[in-house]
C-alpha cells in the first residue's frame, strides 16, 4: 500500500492487525459508543463497534532519503505490558524487502515517540545481542523525549524497552537527538505534539503543492477526532493531549492534507460541529 505526495512516496508495513481488544488503549471506546459514529464503519470499526487499528511502520521515500517512521514492536522482545507481544515472530523485514525497501536500504529512522510499538524494529536479535537493525541508518529521536525516558529509564513500565530498543541504537552511536519542530529535509518539518509523551512529534510533508500529516499517536483511533478529550491510557498528560490533538486537527480539517496515523489511516480530517471526523482514502 503506497502513496504518492509530490515527488514523496508514502509506504505501509503492517506488523499487526488489530479488531477489538482495544479496550485497554481507549476505554471510553466501548461499542455502543462507537456504533453512535456511523461514518467508522467499515474503514475503522466493525458494524459491531469493535475498533480497526494496525501497528505499522511508514516508509518515506523522498528524492533524497529513505526513511522509516516508527518501527512497531519487533520480534523477540520480552517484557512487555502486553503478553501477546512478546516473543513475536513476524515477517517484518521480509515485507519491507518486498514493497522495494530491504533494511540496509534505509537512511533514516525517525520515531514520533519512545513507546513500546514504536520502537521495536529499531533492534534485532543476533546472538544473544540486540543490535542496531538498520546499519546504515541515522536515529532520530526528539530531545525532549529522549530525556524524559532517560530519566525514567529503570521504570517497570518501560525499562525493558528502553534497554532492548533504545539504549543498544544510542550506544552504537547511531542517534541525533532533534528537536520537535526541526526541518529535516527539504520535504519534512517536525510539529511538536506533546501529551501523549512528554516528547512526540508528527511530521509535516509538503512536496511539489501536496501535503501530508504523519500524526504518530495524537490519537490512536479516529473516534478520538469527535471525542477530543477521550485519552488513550497512555498519555502522559491527558489534558495536553486532548489540547494538542484540537490544535492539530484544526490546523489541517477541511484541507487537501493527507494523514497518516501510528494505527490508522490514510484519510483526510473534516471538521463536524465542534469537533471532527476522519474520511479514508484508499
Known amino acids: ?20 481488544g482495544t479496550r485497554f488503549i481507549l476505554p471510553q471506546a466501548t461499542p455502543e459508543q462507537t456504533r453512535e459514529m456511523p461514518w467508522l464503519i467499515p474503514d475503522f470499526a466493525s458494524p ?17 532519503r529513505r526513511i522509516v517512521v516508527d518501527t512497531c514492536i519487533g520480534n523477540d522482545k520480552q517484557g ?6 512478546n516473543g513475536l515472530d513476524k515477517p517484518f523485514l521480509q515485507d519491507m524487502a518486498a514493497a522495494g525497501y530491504p533494511a540496509d536500504s534505509i537512511d533514516t529512522v525517525i520515531c514520533t515517540h519512545l513507546h513500546v510499538d514504536h520502537v ?29 525516558w ?12 528502553f534497554a532492548d530498543s533504545v539504549q543498544p541504537v544510542v550506544e552504537a552511536g ?28 508528527a511530521l509535516h510533508i509538503r512536496s511539489e503543492g501536496e501535503e501530508a500529516l504523519l500524526s504518530g499517536d495524537v490519537a490512536h483511533h479516529p473516534c478520538q477526532m469527535a471525542h477530543l478529550d477521550w485519552s488513550s491510557s497512555f498519555d502522559t498528560d491527558e489534558q495536553q493531549s486532548t489540547k494538542t490533538r ?8 477541511d484541507t487537501p492534507t493527507l494523514v497518516f496515523g501510528g494505527h490508522f489511516g490514510p484519510g483526510r480530517i473534516l471538521r463536524d460541529g465542534d469537533a ?4 479514508a482514502t484508499q
Open 150 to 161: 532517560k530519566t525514567h529509564s529503570t521504570d517497570a513500565a518501560h525499562a525493558a524497552v
Open 246 to 253: 484540537r490544535t492539530l486537527f484544526s490546523r489541517f480539517a
Open 48 to 64: 459491531e463497534g469493535r475498533l480497526v487499528m494496525s501497528v505499522h511502520s511508514w516508509v518515506v521515500e523522498t528524492p533524497t
Open 276 to 279: 471532527f471526523r476522519f474520511v
Open 174 to 201: 547511531k542517534v541525533d537527538l532533534v528537536d520537535s519542530d526541526a526541518r529535516l529535509t527539504d520535504e519534512i518539518t517536525l510539529i511538536p505534539t506533546p501529551g501523549h509523551s512528554a516528547g512526540h512529534m
Open 120 to 148: 521495536g524494529w529499531n533492534t534485532r536479535l543476533v546472538e544473544d545481542r540486540w543490535i542496531p537493525t538498520f546499519d546504515n541508518a541515522r536515529y532520530l529521536f526528539g530531545r525532549t523525549e529522549y530525556d524524559y
Open 1 to 20: 500500500m503506497a502513496w504518492t505526495i509530490g515527488k514523496v512516496k508514502i509506504t505501509k508495513i503492517v506488523e499487526m492487525a488489530l479488531t477489538g
Open 80 to 85: 512487555r505490558g502486553v503478553p501477546h507481544w
